[in-house]
Structures are given as C-alpha cells and as structure tokens.
C-alpha cells in the first residue's frame, strides 16, 4: 500500500531538505512524470509546487526507469514497485480571504525492500508512527532487532512515539538523548556491538 508523511515547507525550506538528503546519500531529485523513460536528475530544482518530484536513492536502486502510463500518456516513476519517494511540494493558497500554505507529500513504499540490507547501511534511521501499538511498549516491539542490519556502526535512530512511553536499555543500544514535545516523545539512540 505504502506510507505517506503530510508536511508544511516553505520553498526555501524544501531547498534546504533536499540539499540534506543528498549530502547523506547518493539520491537523486528528478520529476515523477515526463515524456520520456529516462531518468535525469534536475539541474533547477524550483519546478513550482504543481510537479511532483521524486528522490531515488542509488544506495537502495542503482537503476530507475519510467513507465509508460497508457491512459495518462506520460511515463511515470512508480513509487509502489520501487524504493523511490514521491515528494509533493507545499502550496501557498487563500483560505477564508488571508494567506495559507497548503500540505506536501512524501509517499513511498519500502515495506518490500526492508528485508533486505542496503549495500551500505545508513547513518540515520527515523521511525515515525504508527508507534507500537501492537506490542504496548516499546521494550516488546521487535524494531530495533529488526533494525540491526541496516544501522551503520555509530548510527543513529530515532523514534517517535507517545511521551509516556519509556525504553529501558536493551542490550547493544545505548539511549543518547529523549525529548518530550506535548504528546509526542523522541528517543535518540545508538547501536554498538561493544557495549
């Protein structure tokens, strides 16, 4: 089905959140649809709030190509058969006769792909909700033994979850920081085999 983050960003903020993910990774920023099947990255990223971009990560796909979308008559990334996000700018609007900004987008489906380990594990990992429900606390939820894999040594992951939940430290992972933000709690933490 695959998993959808709503955001509001300012253009330059949106500039500043790619230039991020790329300076971590060898991700590539081009336009969903196109006339062609070929992908390139784009030279100007200022493509307006109406075009969909689409970050593809190298590390987890080395190749990417459009499909051809018959009814629409355009190729398409398809972000539900590839590692790939769909990124959906902001959008300035009126709301009620005064200045509004409008929600973006990121979608993307990896639940295929999180088996498997990246050629190179990443750095950070961040995992939002939906919080562990399943498991009723955070010591049952099996995440971070699923995690292992993918965490470069001296990584860093961060959880989001309810603020009254709690994380007693569990073999191998280290808890480096836990903020509180209303109802909302992060816990930074880092993985070591020689802890």
Known sequence: MGHQIHFYM???DRSAFIRLVQEHDPVVVTLRD??????????????????TLCLWNRRLLRSLKRKWIPDLGYFRVDGLQTPTLEFSSSFKATWEGKPA??????????????????????????ADPPYTKAYG?????????????????????VWEHFAGQTLQNRPGWEIVRHRTYGETGLTFLRFSCDI
């Not at 099947?37 to 075009?51: C, H, I, N, P, T």
């Open 34 to 51: 196109s006339n062609s099947s070929e992908v390139q990255a784009l030279a100007d990223l200022d493509v307006g709030d109406k075009k």
């Open 10 to 12: 300012l253009p330059e």
């Open 101 to 126: 900004l409008g929600q973006g987008r990121l979608f993307g489906d990896f639940d295929p792909y999180l088996g498997k380990p990246p050629a190179q594990p990443f750095d950070l990992i961040f």
């Open 137 to 157: 606390s955070l010591d049952d939820d099996p995440l971070l033994t699923d995690l292992i894999p993918f965490l470069a040594p001296d990584g860093l992951f």
